[in-house]
């Protein structure tokens, strides 16, 4: 499974990329954000592993070039604290983020976690898991499809945008908690001020608001999660 891995710590790219060939992963280490951005746009890989400081061009905007161009699941390395970069790579569409100093372990944890939501998406795809489609006033979401339509205007919502607005619409009836979100959406246990889900939450909150004017919109239960209305 082809990784690509873009850092410009040479010697902590060779260490990761050595754990993880170490896992049964081909990892491919690049250094500046350019040669990221042609790399992950060659559609050679699986996932991309990013971080966000780069010497060229900064890993936000490497991660927007992306995004732009192709839907595939990117994690940040971010400086440890450094929740602004964290926040702002979320809110563009990154899929998780590890912090730096990056332990390998953690990296491949959460690296694995990505890459079943996406084996979970292509079985869905070929109606192994759920072939359904599910409705909400004028919202309707295809999941063979993997696509989300307001009066047949297709909603752009990135991969764990929209596992996190599946669970939520496929529990219209009542709160889902963050726990639930982060275990099933993102597909790690939530961890202590942890805003991962609160931030792909406002996104999709965005982007239905801009469509449905509110007609369908997601309330948050303060203290616990989120109810879809």
Known sequence: ????????????????????????????????????????????????????MLPDINGID????????????????TAKGDNIDRVLGLELGADDYVPKPCYPRELLARLRAVLRRVDEQA??????????????????????????????????????EFNLLALLVKNQDRVVTKEELSEDGLGRARE?????????????????????????TIETIRAVGYRIR
Not at 131 to 151: A, S, T
Not at 153 to 158: D, M
């Open 123 to 160: 079985s869905q795809n070929q109606g192994e898991v759920d072939n359904k489609k599910y409705e909400l006033h004028n919202l309707v979401l295809d999941i063979p499809q993997r696509q989300c339509r307001w009066n047949d205007i297709i909603i752009e919502l990135t991969s764990t």
């Open 62 to 77: 490497v991660l927007k070039s992306i995004r732009q161009a192709i839907n595939i699941p990117v994690i940040m390395l």
């Open 192 to 216: 202590l001020y942890d805003r991962s889900v609160d931030v792909h939450i406002s996104n999709i909150r965005q982007k239905l608001h801009q469509l449905t004017k509110d007609a369908v």
């Open 1 to 52: 499974m082809n990784i690509l891995l873009i850092d410009d710590d040479v010697e902590l790219s060779q260490m990761l990329s050595e754990y993880l060939t170490n896992e049964s992963f081909k990892v491919t280490a690049v250094h500046t954000g350019q040669e990221g951005i042609d790399q992950a746009l060659s559609g050679k890989f699986k996932a991309v592993i990013l971080d966000i």
